[in-house]
């Protein structure tokens, strides 16, 4: 198949979950199909991030993002309108020349849209199989279901009502839509109960590339994963540090966390305060950091999709201790894979049990690689979105 893939994030280097998510996808793809790449960038790149993904891809363009402006004239008027404030704001007349390029050039037998921000260029190609790939609806809807002062609820309220009947209006007009977790697809289907196109492609990991000596263990270390600008990873270091770490103190005094991602001092400044916690900053390579830890923790109580964090640190061997909710979406076993706890104290336990049990680390390190390898390495994910695609076809 000749295949068209739009995307929100410019894949390369993947160094989020969405950019890794679409350059495993495309690079799995590329190996059956061809691909065109028309990607969004936040800022001019340099020609080697072009090569990079020139490799897989026959033809790739970028056209540079401009983020939401929630006081802009279009947003503003977008209060007036069925779609989401943001898909107007954002609409980019750059990336539909692009689009109308390729279209004028080419003859696709699918069009992929690569998350929601992407569909309004999809839909350029009226006639063609179109697939929204990773659609996540769940973190919105949580915000807006947590909050308690009344305006609040009403402004989440509000969008939550706008974005349900933009996909209402959305999905009849793709044939296919992918995503993350079984939880996912229950929350779409609440919205569209019509739609029966969804496929549950989950997130994977590149077993291969985190296999190797990252250097030696660091004992009493903790990591966590995850840029503070999405607020999910926020709340998870609020929770954690706040009510979970002060109790890990009392008896291992020494230990320390690392938390990954690019670091916003006004964000980190809002974080409760303790001298065991260390912000690394943007890592060209995450690898050693998590490889070299005790315990990867996911204390995440918000947010859809499935943890990429998890399936890394279990990839490089790294115990895992996590919530319910972080691990929502894997096919995990407790006490086998991770070890799982939602409230404070019994989330200050199962990382105590590690710190104090070298068997118990060996025997999640070891089995943790067993299970992403056989399940969630991006081999095996890619493969399921390429079926789907066939079948959707069909």
């Known amino acids: ?89 954002t609409y980019n007349r750059d990336m539909e020349q692009l689009v ?37 609806v769940t973190t919105q809807y949580e915000l807006y279901m947590t909050q308690t002062h009344p305006l609040k609820k009403l402004r989440w309220g509000l969008m939550w009502w706008k974005k349900t009947r933009y996909l209402k209006h959305l999905l009849p007009k793709f044939k296919g839509c992918t995503v993350v977790s079984a939880e996912e697809k229950a929350r779409i289907y609440e919205i569209v109960p019509a739609y029966q196109h ?50 890990i103190q009392i008896e291992r005094p020494q230990v320390k966390l690392a938390i990954t991602g690019k670091r916003d001092p006004a964000l980190s400044a809002r974080l409760p305060q303790n ?47 996590s919530t319910h909710k972080g691990a929502e979406g894997l096919n995990l076993t407790h006490e086998q894979d991770v070890l799982l706890a939602d409230e404070p104290v019994q989330f200050a336990q199962a990382i105590l049990r590690i710190l104090n049990d070298q068997s118990l680390r060996q025997q999640l390190s070891q089995q943790g690689r067993q299970t992403v390898k056989a399940t969630y390495d991006w081999q095996i994910i890619g493969q399921k979105l390429s079926e789907f695609i066939e079948r959707t076809r069909n």
């Open 100 to 136: 109308l390029q390729a279209k004028s050039q080419n003859r696709y037998d699918a069009i992929i849209a690569f998350e929601l921000d992407m569909t309004s260029y999809a839909l350029l190609f009226p006639n063609t199989t179109k697939i929204l790939e990773e659609l996540e």
């Open 275 to 321: 001298k065991a916690v260390t912000f690394t900053g943007y890592l060209d390579d995450i690898r050693p950091t998590i490889a070299q830890s005790w315990v990867s923790i996911v204390p995440l109580r918000l947010g859809g999709g499935t943890r990429l964090k998890i399936l890394e640190a279990m990839a490089a061997g790294t115990p895992v201790v």
């Open 198 to 247: 969804i496929g549950v492609i989950p997130n994977g990991v590149d077993t291969a590339h985190y296999q190797g000596d990252f250097g030696p263990l660091k004992p009493d270390t903790l990591v966590y994963s995850g840029a503070l600008s999405y607020y999910p990873n926020f709340e998870a270091m609020q929770f954690f540090i706040g009510e979970v770490l002060p109790l």
């Open 1 to 89: 198949m000749k295949i068209l893939f739009l995307s929100r994030w410019y894949p390369y280097p993947p160094d989020n979950g969405s950019k890794i998510r679409a350059f495993n996808l495309i690079k799995h793809l590329a190996s059956q199909h061809e691909i065109d790449l028309i990607s969004f960038v936040g800022e001019s790149i340099k020609a080697a991030r072009l090569t990079a993904m020139q490799a897989f891809c026959q033809q790739v363009d970028v056209a540079i993002y401009r983020p939401f402006r929630p006081s802009g004239l279009k947003a503003t008027l977008g209060f007036l309108s069925i779609k989401p404030r943001a898909v107007i704001d």
